[in-house]
Each structure stands twice: as C-alpha cells, then as structure tokens.
C-alpha cells in the first residue's frame, strides 16, 4: 500500500525554519516525482516545490523561492523541505503528493497530475 506520511509542521517565530519530512512506504522514490503542496484556510492548495525522480531536477514557487529547499534521502525513501526564513504568509498545511511523471528529470506542481497524498503538517508562523 502506497503512503505518504508529512511531519515537522509546529509553531515557529517569523523568521524562524521548520523542516518537513514526507516518508514514503509501498513505493521507492526514484519511481515518483515528489512535490510539496501547502493550502492556508480559505485559500486554494498552492504548490510549493518538486522533486524530478532521478532527483537531479527541483522547481520553486516565486514566494518561497531562495527560502525553502526540497531534498531527498534514497536510503530513508524520505522527501524533505527545509524551509528558512519563515514568513507569515508561509503559515499553512503542508502537504506531499506523489506523481508519475513521464520523464525522469521531469518536475511539476500540477497539482490535478500527483495522484497520492499524504495528510498533511500544520506549520504555523506567528510572534
């Protein structure tokens, strides 16, 4: 059974940094492209970054760009998005999304094309 399962979300000062985990189980990583999606209330799920499966292609949203950075760990089959520099704006629930991307250094964050979702961290930015 493929899963996705986010962690890392909590409570952060403007400023601050949180770092997301997704862990993948049911699945190998190189066989998905990753992306992170964040959706604040009233708001539509936005996404956030993405990782190609071989791993050697990221993409960023314009707002987070030079602030957040997606990673990966083979070994751990783990997804990471660190994320530096925390804004209020950034408050939000986090998600991962797994997709089947046709080409392996292929990234996207159409969010209709990711197929398996995980159910999300909180993150919270406030003083």
């Known amino acids: 059974q493929l899963q996705l399962v986010e962690s890392g979300g909590g409570l952060v000062q403007p400023g601050g940094s949180l770092r997301l985990s997704c862990a993948a189980s049911?699945?190998?990583?190189?066989?998905?492209?990753i992306g992170w999606f964040r959706q604040a209330p009233g708001k539509e799920r936005e996404g956030v970054s993405c990782?190609?499966?071989?791993?050697?292609?990221?993409a960023y949203a314009n707002s987070v760009k030079g602030r957040f950075t997606i990673s990966r760990d083979i070994v751990k089959n783990t997804i990471y998005l660190q994320m530096n520099s925390l804004q209020i704006e950034d408050a939000a629930l986090y998600y991962c999304a797994a997709s089947l991307m046709p080409l392996q250094d292929m990234c996207h964050m159409t969010k209709a094309e990711y197929i398996y979702w995980g159910q999300g961290t909180q993150v919270t930015v406030s003083s």
């Open positions: 990782i190609s499966r071989s791993g050697r292609t990221t």
């Open positions: 049911g699945f190998t990583l190189g066989h998905y492209g």
